[in-house]
């Protein structure tokens, strides 16, 4: 396929892809560019895209299997692939996804197999923020002195998704299904790529509540430290969305963060995104905790 180009986005990570039509037929040569692309710079962004969610699912695939979502209430209600990212209201009540991703986290961590990516695409944004953060977590480890790289790379972590802080905002019913269906699980703390073969933190702000064999507030001040580290400004890309706009990020080498920079208490504000998410490999070691 001719005309695609790569522009790096940040310092730190990200490269936007340009000359690619993602509802036009691509080539295997161009999907081969953008995986490596993915591994190089960690999140992709395609600007100006008009997919439906028919195609957005079916270039998702052209990356690997797709992970099955099991919250119900969240889904599209055609294209149960989708997670719809929104803060238009459901049935006359605030949507329960209005507030997503508002901490530092890498999806899924809380899972025994965190999804590889996923691929956010922009219907409608506010007119001003709405922003979301990434932060590359393969140069916060990278950056760390040897002997902190020495003392966690073999730890463990639990990640227990019952610390999340807006559940309390969500519906109670959803919540609970959602909590008793994800109980907590040990993962490494640096996982390795298994693309790439470099080192990357696994971590999630409030989620990540501990380190394996220690108390939480022994180890509140190590995960803390990391996770400030991760995300000093100089190490995140911060996106400022326009419609159109698909960013696909590696969930094995960024966090991310949705700041909640807009004025939400005006109804006109929209914000409606669409999320694919691909499936995470088996092998991952996680356990429950
Ligand atoms: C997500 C997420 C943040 C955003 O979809 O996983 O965290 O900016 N979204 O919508
Ligand atoms: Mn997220």
Redesign the pocket.
Known sequence: MSGLAVRRLSGALGAEIQGVDIAGDIDNIAIATMRNALSEHCILLFRDQKITPAQHIAFTERFGPLQELTLGSYLHADHPEI?V?SNKPVAGKPSDTRN??RHW?T?MCYTPHPCRG?L?YALEVPPVG???VFANMQRAFDTLSDGMRAMIENLRAVHDLSRVPDFKNRDPEATRKIVADNPPVEQPLVWVHPDSGRKSLLLSEHITCRLAGMSDEESKPLIDYLIAHATRIKNTYRHQWRAGDLIFWDNRSVM???PGDYDMSDTANR?H?H?TTLAGPKDLLGTTA
Request: hydrophobic share 30%.
């Open positions: 997670f990212v997503t991703g986290h999806d996923s956010l709405g922003d979301t991310h963060c949705a914000r995104m999320r």
